[in-house]
């Protein structure tokens, strides 16, 4: 007779799940690659311009920290990445056990911002519950004039979902020449998944 594995059981076999998320053009593609990669980007297009990005297509998907966390991104920011990430996406089943949001640190469009802002509340709020953490990630952040991790706090209006959940907001960069924030970040996802 075989052994049956609920969602809660599974999670403690397989590597735990975090999500990136994020708006079109924010990071999301090269922070996955940079993590993944072991902070080795030079696969990337090299000086992309600022305001510029290069669409993904479909998920990035690898094992990080030793195999014990899967990282998977969702291959595409706004309203059509925000589509394909669904209930089932963080279900327990699954094993998500952290929200990675990557938002542009560069970005002053005040639109813009409130516009990510709306697609981190909908996913925070519909879909992790509070118990789950949520780490933004302030990507870009080696961009001359690209907001401290407190103005991303602050602009991105982050003091309401913050509270009742482990919440953090790390400065990074995924570029070959300027990496940082990127030990910090695998640092606390692999705290996390040790809960």
């Known amino acids: 007779m075989g052994n049956f594995l609920n969602g809660n059981d599974r999670t403690k076999l397989s590597p735990a799940m975090v999500l990136i998320a ?28 600022q305001g510029k990005y290069y669409p993904t297509n479909g998920p990035t998907e690898c094992l ?3 195999g014990k966390l899967r990282l998977v ?8 990445g925000l589509a394909r990430v669904n ?10 056990i952290c929200l990675v ?11 813009k911002i409130r516009a990510a802002r ?12 509070c118990n789950k953490p949520v780490v933004v990630v302030a990507a870009k952040s080696d961009i001359q004039d690209a907001m401290s991790t ?24 995924a570029m070959p020449d300027a990496l940082q924030g990127l030990e910090e970040l695998l640092e606390y996802l ?6």
């Open 73 to 80: 991104e969702n291959g595409g920011g706004s309203e059509s």
């Open 150 to 173: 407190t103005e991303v706090f602050d602009k991105f209006s982050l003091q309401g979902l913050s509270e009742g959940r482990p919440f953090k907001v790390v400065a990074a960069s």
């Open 118 to 129: 709306a697609m981190l509340e909908v996913l925070v709020e519909s879909q992790l519950g």
């Open 87 to 96: 209930a089932a996406s963080f279900s327990d089943a699954w094993g998500c």
């Open 64 to 66: 990080v920290g030793d």
């Open 101 to 111: 949001f990557v938002v542009d640190a560069t970005e002053r469009d005040a639109e």
């Open 22 to 49: 994020g708006p079109n053009g924010a990071g999301k593609s090269c922070l996955a690659c940079a993590l993944c990669q072991g902070g080795d980007t030079g696969s990337f297009p090299g000086n992309i311009p």
């Open 190 to 195: 692999t705290a996390v998944a040790k809960r």
